[in-house]
């Protein structure tokens, strides 16, 4: 029974094949913008999240007065 590691691929080789193969299929200004679009998305959640800790500890700290 073989183990797999790395998100089910077993080894560097296929990861690089499957990206080599986005690469052809998308191109490489498609696969930046997409990274880029991710990389926005991600820092947008992470703002929000920040956003509604300071906004639950604002509330709790005027329950208290």
Avoid: H, P, W
Avoid at 18 to 44: C, H, K, S, Y
Wanted: charged share 30%; proline share 0%.
């Amino acid at each position: 029974m073989v183990l797999e590691d790395n998100m089910g691929f077993r080894n560097f080789g296929s990861l690089l094949m499957v990206f080599l193969i986005l690469m052809m299929v998308f191109g490489t200004q498609r696969l930046r913008e997409i990274g880029n679009d991710l990389a926005v998305a991600i820092r947008d959640f992470r703002r929000g999240l920040r956003e509604d800790e300071e906004n639950l500890q604002g509330s709790k700290e005027n329950q208290k007065q």
